[in-house]
């Protein structure tokens, strides 16, 4: 089975759980994957890739990502998440202070990862150097926050509309935004609503509509005399009768009208990354 297909991840579960759930419903050997992870706490969208559509994971994990996240103020965890300890308190701050701090977090900013992260610092997850109470320097990085739109704020939490490039952490940006107001906050509830061009109402969207939404693929023609060639992998540019955008990266391989597969473009060949049948559309 060679799919695309977007989850709900619900909050308990790791992101490897839900993989491995889902796993149990293939063939055995078939494989598995997905294109970015989700915190235990959190909840949202989840791209998983099975069979040879596992190869597209580098193209998909390059996306952006939009959360809606809720901020508690007034104090910080260690995990900077609600599974933590306390480890700092301080005052909540009024509206008008963090109305006033949010617009410098837009644009490409540095900020330092959690330390209950899974980068890799001297060889070793940072998390578990973390809980075995070794100090851990997680060096900063550059990430860019598209949008960030406070939705409301009350009680001291702010639930908040975050766009984002890949690799910033969440749980940072509320850090670094309870910081920035004289605070002390960590999430309570995070939610990703999208992953690049997909959203949650998405889900269901067979993997050829899931593909194309991507802008990544055209499609490209071959002639019924291609399809042995094809069946072995090899597409050369003279098999190709016509590409709607020979610009795109990948495409949607068709012989005689058919769907048969998806391609990578590779110079002067095509690349064949998994078959697909009119049953995927």
């Known amino acids: 089975m060679n799919s695309v297909l977007l989850m709900d991840k619900e909050p308990g579960i790791t992101s490897f759980g839900l993989v ?24 949202g969208l989840m791209v998983i890739l099975t069979g040879s559509c596992t190869r597209l994971c580098p193209a998909f994990t390059s996306f952006g990502k939009e959360y809606v996240a809720e901020i508690v103020f007034g104090e910080e ?8 300890e306390v480890v700092r308190r301080a005052p909540v701050p009024t509206r008008e202070a963090l109305e006033a701090v949010l617009p410098s977090f837009i644009g490409t900013i540095r900020q330092v990862p959690p330390v209950y992260s899974a980068i890799h610092i001297d060889g070793e997850r940072a998390y578990r150097s973390a809980r075995e109470g070794r100090a851990v320097e997680m060096p900063a990085r550059e990430v860019t926050i598209s949008s960030l739109e406070l939705l409301s704020f009350a009680d001291g939490k702010a639930l908040v509309r975050a766009a984002v490039s890949k690799g910033t952490y969440i749980r940072s940006i ?6 920035a107001c004289g605070s002390a906050g960590r999430l309570e509830n995070l939610r990703r609503t999208a992953v690049g061009p997909w959203g949650l109402a998405d889900i269901g969207l067979g993997t050829y509509g899931l593909l194309e939404k991507t802008g990544l693929f055209s499609v490209s023609e071959l002639p019924g005399a291609a399809r042995k060639k094809a069946e072995n992998g090899f597409i050369g540019a ?3 009768l016509s590409d709607t955008d020979p610009e795109r990266p990948f ?12 391609g990578e473009k590779d110079g002067e060949r095509i690349r064949l990354l998994a078959r697909l049948g009119d049953e995927d559309m």
Do not use: N, W, Y
Not at 20 to 43: N, P, V, W
Not at 77 to 84: A, F, N, S, Y
Not at 252 to 262: A, D, E, P, S
């Open 20 to 43: 491995q759930r889902e796993k149990r419903k293939l063939a055995k050997g078939t494989k598995i994957g997905h294109a970015g992870t989700l915190d235990r706490f959190a909840s």
């Open 77 to 84: 965890t260690d995990t900077l998440d609600p599974e933590g």
């Open 174 to 179: 509320a850090r670094d935004i309870a910081a």
């Open 238 to 240: 003279a098999s190709v």
């Open 251 to 262: 495409c949607f391989v068709r012989i005689g009208g058919t769907l048969f597969g998806i």
